[in-house]
Nanobody
């Protein structure tokens, strides 16, 4: 059973930065895709960024140029560096892993952008 544990969320002012971490049980090298989704109150869950085991990345248009996803296979960890945070980035951020044919989710970490 894969377990994903997020950390790094918190309260930050607009324009600030946070780095989220997702530590996975087992080797992430075998994961086809890992990434981050987010869900704001009253809104649907949406993709933020994903990275394949080959290192290819994909981002939501709303975060391009501000967020960077990366992975450290030695530490079995995926990161999301979030810069220039905006009020609308406030959400619960969930780590995601896809290992054919199964999908796994972390419990989520709250990110609040507020002045």
């Amino acid at each position: 059973q894969v377990q994903l544990v997020e950390s790094g969320g918190g309260l930050v002012q607009p324009g600030g930065s946070l780095r989220l971490s997702c530590a996975a049980s087992g080797s992430i090298f075998s994961f086809n895709v890992m990434g981050w989704y987010r869900q704001a109150p009253g809104k649907q869950r949406e993709l933020v960024a994903v990275i394949t085991n080959g290192g290819n990345t994909n981002y939501a248009d709303s975060v391009k140029g501000r967020f960077t996803i990366s992975r450290d296979n030695a530490k079995n960890t995926v990161y999301l560096q979030m810069n220039s945070l905006k009020l609308e980035d406030t959400a619960v951020y969930l780590c995601y892993a896809y290992i054919y044919p199964d999908r796994y989710w972390g419990q989520g970490t709250q990110v609040t952008v507020s002045s």
